[in-house]
């Protein structure tokens, strides 16, 4: 995955803070939050979105620049389908599921996820005057 990291927004920030408080998130992490919010079922990309910020309280807002590239990625390696569909609004959106390789990859991300948080929070205590374990 050599591509530049996805920013997130918070949105409880001030505005002139925006750019300072930017969540930088480590690559791949959105391609997993979006494989994730797609097991729950078909969603359109907007509503993805919106799922992702609702389920971090807010705290992650994702960018239509980064959401969609995200999307036609996931869709190009064959983890995700799309079809058009009329919205609930009755509007044509284009709506996504999971395949069953991108269910694969979703349970191999998280995996190498709780690896990482794990890891990351033993170098955290270790910085803290604790031993690493």
């Not at 990859?105 to 033993?122: C, G």
Request: without cysteine; hydrophobic residues 30%; positive net charge.
């Amino acid at each position: 995955m050599d591509r530049p990291s996805t920013r997130m927004s918070s949105k409880k920030m001030s505005r002139r803070s925006t750019k300072e408080n930017r969540i930088e998130l480590l690559q791949g992490t959105l391609d997993m939050l979006i494989l994730r919010t797609l097991r729950r079922g078909s969603q359109h990309g907007h509503g993805v979105g919106q799922a992702i910020r609702q389920g971090s309280a807010d705290v992650l807002q994702i960018e239509r620049g980064s959401l969609y590239p995200a999307l036609h990625r996931l869709e190009a390696r064959g983890l995700i389908s799309s079809e058009w569909k009329s919205s609930d609004l009755n509007r044509r959106a284009k709506y996504y599921r999971l395949t069953a390789e991108g269910e694969k990859q979703f349970v191999a991300e998280e995996s190498k996820w709780k690896l990482m948080v794990r890891t990351i929070a033993r170098l955290m205590r270790s910085e803290q005057g604790e031993p690493a374990k």
